[in-house]
């Protein structure tokens, strides 16, 4: 196995690998993390309301490198282009995400450019103003969803903006993924996954329960997109041609909050039941093998 680095509301980062015993980093409310793509670096957004970005050097566990603001309040998501030279963030409080350069070593580089916006949509409570809630480098873009305007959010490297993706009001849009021209986004307030390639667009109920859902995660692999269904807890399978429904089955605990896919093995992070159980992938649908770690508020499971 390899190791399964975890974070969120708990104490710090988790640390599990085989033959190892558990470790834990201590950090506040590391509540997403990343992965730098060819140094032994990572990243985790401390998502507090004076929100902190900090660096760790994972060389002999997990040794800080570098810290800075985060330059909004709650920062729930941060992402590392695939060159190595940029790190995004994005702040749930205020809307506000950043783009940080980063030096040679995996650390912070300068000022940080930063991306604040306005805005806000249909749902009382929940859409008052804007909330950035994940950052994704595609096509010589950083993408950034924001749940309170309903918008995919698009900026060049530099920070200047470009014309955002707009969703359907209400939508919420969550966690999304590229496959190509086509774009998969979760809705946090609607319950649904849309796919948009051009002008096409598809619309599909993530779950096959009744009653509210506030989708968490979404992956693709393959012809497959997985979503996490927080309230039914549930992780659903869907077609990524059409987003007809392959399987729906159980998380293994309360409240999907992410989940991660090595090879044939997923693991679910349920926040609400302080636990990341472990499923095998047959044919893509995830099957309970009975393992399990107990890990308090888990938010993000990452694979190194």
Known sequence: MKQ????????GIVTIAAGISPGLTEV???????????????????????????AFDARDGLTPLDERPSEGSLPCHVAVDPTGSLLAAANYGDGTAIIQRLDGRGAFDGDPIVLRHKGSGPVAGRQEGPHAHQAVFHDGLLHVSDLGTDEIRRYRYDGTPVEPIVLHPGTGPRHFA????????????????????????TVAPASRH???????HLQLEGDLVYVGNRGPNTISVLRAADLSLVA???S?????????????RLYVANQRSNAVTVFALRDGVPEPTGEAYEVESPACVLIT
């Open 4 to 11: 399964l680095r975890i974070g969120g509301y708990g104490p």
């Open 178 to 201: 590229f496959a190509g021209s086509r774009l998969y986004v979760a809705g946090e307030l609607d319950g649904a996954v849309t796919l948009i390639d051009g002008e096409w667009r």
């Open 210 to 216: 009744e009653g509210e859902n506030s989708l968490s």
């Open 248 to 250: 729906e089955v159980p």
């Open 28 to 54: 506040a409310a590391p509540s997403f993390l990343a992965a730098h793509p060819s140094l032994p670096v990572l990243y985790a957004a401390g998502e507090l309301d004076s929100g902190l970005l900090t």
């Open 252 to 264: 293994g605990g309360d409240w999907p909050r992410h989940f991660a896919i090595d090879g044939d």
